[in-house]
């Protein structure tokens, strides 16, 4: 039997399950489903980012919310797609080489490296349980309830490396409603998606359970392509078997995910909710294609910075790796004449093999497993406590793990520089919070937090002049103690007050081996030896605070003001390939200043809010490729630095309108300016200056949606929806200006683009039954999620282009 027929023979298997316990749903619930659905639709969204539920509009932040009704009907299946709708914010697929993850960046401030040695910059939240690493941040949004994205630093609210921002995904909670469904979807890609949930009552009016189970399974739309088989004039070894040249592809989905919840109401006063949750993801490699090779750094080298006879041996005349004006290996460049390869142009073509026929280190090939995958697992245990009825007790305790293997190549047939990766993660946590209501005056929460987690990460690592494995082990604890104070002088008038101190500690082990069966004999080379059993720390304390008042106008609008801070914790280089490279970073901070305005207008049709900030950012850690040090090389280099202090401003604002019933407009527009008012002298000698305009800063973006429940009588109910956003170009590098001519670097600049989605639902009387056509990117717009600019090592350049324009069918029941 195929793997494929065994996945979707176990995703079919759960779903039957799933299938048999929502036919013992007793039928009245429908009716008693649909009334619950239409109510929420009246509704306020109600959110939790001040440790207490309050209505959207009543909350001094900048928050995107979005129901999951909202992201079923936008289509957006996984984390990535969020960004697109919500202001100043970059969620998108991260480049191969970090495996599966996202990029995430909020007002200019984040993280797109994974790994262990370095935090994120935006915090990122399942039901309040905080995920350290941005390894295995590329989630699958199934059966949320809402998704909280808190915009500005959360130093206060959220802690250690919230800084840009905090993103908070909140599933859906056992209750006594039904609440059951299957869903199935068929579409591009031989694209098969199964979901399902329901719930149970166990114990009348106490006892509750909901499962829920997701399985996907999608071929990949870049292909990859033997150069042997489809240049036979090639002397470059050739692998492919068949008739078609064609290897296999990346960007493909497999995956299983599976969530038990239960909820215990012992009493009036008491709520415990535990969730088990666990993921088999068996993707394949993250797409990749090779757009740009520059000059060999060596005349007499064909390979770039390497002429050894091992390298050269197997490219002939002509087959060089890469020339000033492209390489025979790049079928689709976006700049330009370095596409020289005419079998396909296209940009879904790759020529990588992930076999390293001659390794230059002389040991034995060796292959990459062609994966993108990750293998998780979890469970949270949160406990509501009403002590009394002004005084409430919350204790969140939660243990996760995620074991992943994925690697990355350059899109070339002879592999320059190839990874093979595995990461490793364990970690705990426990929070508790005391909220007390002082009369009419006050609201108070304080609270304590401990985490604690242990990372490892492994690799074999093949660059131009460089092989060996890798094993590195990076422990990590954190405790805080916070408290947040909102107090009511007046009448529709609120002071805030919020502060946290924390204790951070993190140590990072090196381990550098040879290769087995090199030419070395296995012994590690001679530059790594010294960072062989290294170890390096970093620990520190930092008190955050928030300080904010807002004042209610109107029943219809709301002003407020704040000011707070937030920052992201140091470490040291977990990549240095020469000992001098292991050097250690400081922390970033923020300082944050903002007003906003939120408000309900036009008897509450048209919802506006908008908000201004000027952020001052210090110590902003970047990574640069080019490291000049006393005794070591310049490159290849991967060194985390403090670049300077910057200052970054901007403005966001949000619409939702409903000017007739049945139709649904919403919009978004934001503006993003960064300028760097210093730089460090570390960063001046790698390149960067004070005209370099940060990495993912793009200066506007947009979007807007529109839908209409069009009524059909006894037929049901037909619904069109358009989605179109718009970002414009950013650099991904920190030194993104070109110094001589004063222009952009354009080998690090990633295109704008405005995608287009679209959807057409139909729905039967009482809803049970729905249909959905949706084609996503309808324009059939190349764009890339993001670039890895390796020039530093390979001279060469990769990117991850997204998918083209595709389509599905989804077919829902509700019971």
């Known amino acids: ?102 990029v995430a960046y909020i007002r200019g401030v984040g993280q797109r490296d994974t790994n262990f040695g370095l935090e994120p910059g935006v915090g990122l939240y399942i039901d309040d349980v905080y995920l350290p690493t941005m390894h295995g941040s590329l989630l699958n949004l199934v059966d949320l309830d809402r998704v909280e994205i808190l915009r500005g630093p959360q130093g206060t609210l959220a802690g250690q490396n919230s800084i840009g921002g905090a993103i908070k995904l909140y599933s859906k909670k056992p209750s006594a409603s039904p609440d059951a469904y299957l869903s199935a979807t068929y579409g ?16 009348p009016d106490q006892l509750f359970v909901r499962l829920t189970g997701a399985g996907v399974r999608k071929d990949g739309y870049v292909t990859r392509y033997d150069y042997r088989c489809t240049h036979p004039s090639s002397t470059i070894p050739g692998s492919a078997t068949g008739n078609d040249c064609k290897l296999g592809t990346e960007g493909g989905k497999e995956y299983v995910a599976g969530r038990m919840a239960l909820r215990w109401i012992p009493s009036s006063r008491a709520t415990l909710d535990i969730a088990v949750d666990v993921t088999r993801d068996n993707s394949e490699v993250a797409p990749s294609t090779l757009l740009y090779v520059g000059r060999a750094a060596n005349p007499g080298s064909t390979l770039t910075g390497v002429a050894t006879p091992t390298a050269a041996a197997y490219l002939l005349a002509g087959n060089v790796y890469g020339t000033a004006t492209g390489s025979p290996y790049i079928s689709y460049s976006p700049y330009g004449a370095y596409a020289q390869d005419t079998f396909s142009n296209s940009p879904f073509t790759s020529y990588e093999n992930y076999i390293d026929i001659a390794p230059r280190d002389g040991s034995a090939p060796w292959s990459a497993p062609l994966k993108s995958a990750l293998n998780t697992w979890g469970i949270s ?87 060996f494995n890798e094993d590195d082990t990076i422990p990590a604890t954190n ?32 381990g550098r081996f040879g290769v087995p069966g090199s030419s070395s004999g296995g012994v590690v080379p001679a530059s790594l030896a010294p960072l062989n059993g290294l170890v390096g720390k970093f620990s520190g304390d930092r008190v955050d605070y928030r300080v904010g008042a807002q004042y209610r106008i109107s029943p219809e609008a709301m002003f407020y003001g704040q000011f707070s801070t937030g920052f992201r914790g140091g470490g040291i280089n977990p990549r240095p390939f020469f000992p001098q490279q292991a050097l250690p970073h400081n922390p970033e901070s923020l300082k944050a200043y903002e007003i906003g305005l939120k408000t309900d207008l036009l008897d509450r049709t048209l919802r506006f809010n908008t908000s201004a900030f000027i952020n001052k950012y210090n110590d902003i850690l970047v990574t640069v490729a080019s490291c000049p040090l006393t005794g070591a090389p310049a490159a290849p280099c991967s060194l985390p630095l403090n670049a300077g202090d910057a200052t970054i401003k901007g403005f966001e604002t949000e619409l939702s309108w409903r000017p007739v019933p049945g139709l649904s407009i919403d919009g978004s527009l934001a503006y993003l300016n960064f300028h760097y008012d210093s730089i460090s002298a570390a960063a001046a ?44 170009s950013f650099n991904r590098n920190a030194n993104n200006v070109d110094a001589a001519s004063g222009g952009k670097d354009i080998f690090g600049q990633v295109p704008g683009y405005t995608l287009v989605n679209a959807r057409l639902t139909y729905a ?35 990117g991850t282009p997204a998918e083209p324009r595709t389509w599905a069918v989804t077919i829902k029941r509700r019971f």
């Open 381 to 467: 245990g949160t406990l509501n406590v009403d002590l009394s009825d002004a005084l409430k007790l919350t204790s969140i305790t939660a243990y996760r793990e995620f074991d992943g293997n994925y690697s990355s190549g350059d899109g070339s047939p002879f592999t320059p520089t190839m990874q093979a990766n595995r990461v490793y993660n364990h970690q705990f946590s426990q929070e508790v919070r005391l909220s007390a209501k002082l009369g009419e005056m006050a609201n108070l929460t304080v609270g304590g937090y401990y985490f604690h987690k242990r990372s490892r990460y492994a690799a074999r690592i093949t660059l131009t002049t460089l092989a």
């Open 188 to 203: 591009s890609y031989n694209r098969v998606e199964l979901r399902g949930g329901t719930n149970f009552t166990l114990v």
């Open 764 to 798: 039967t009387p009482e809803r049970e039954w729905e249909l959905a056509l949706e084609v996503r990117n309808l324009t059939d717009k190349l764009y890339y999620t993001d670039l890895f600019d390796n020039r530093g090592s390979t001279n060469s350049i990769q």
């Open 1 to 102: 039997m195929s793997k494929f027929s065994h996945t979707l023979a176990a995703q079919t298997s759960m779903l039957a399950v799933a299938g048999a316990m929502l036919v013992a749903t007793p039928a009245f619930a429908q009716n008693a489903e649909e009334s619950d659905a239409k109510s929420a639709e009246k509704q306020e969204i109600v959110v939790t980012a001040q440790f207490r539920s309050q209505k959207l509009q009543d909350v001094p932040l900048a928050i995107t919310a979005v129901t999951g009704e909202t992201l079923e009907r936008r289509g957006q299946t996984s984390l990535a797609d969020v960004g697109n709708n919500a202001p100043n914010v970059t969620l998108r697929q991260s480049a191969a080489t970090f495996g599966p993850s996202v």
């Open 479 to 510: 405790k805080a103690a916070f408290a947040n104070l909102e107090v009511n002088p007046a009448e529709n008038f609120t002071i805030l007050g919020g502060i946290r101190y924390t204790d951070q500690s993190k140590t990072f082990t090196y």
């Open 685 to 728: 000698n790698s390149g960067i200056g004070t005209e370099d305009k940060g990495q993912y800063i793009s200066p506007w973006q947009w979007s807007i949606s529109a839908q209409y429940d069009l009524p059909l009588g006894s037929l049901g109910t037909l619904t069109p929806r358009v989605d179109v956003s718009h970002i414009d």
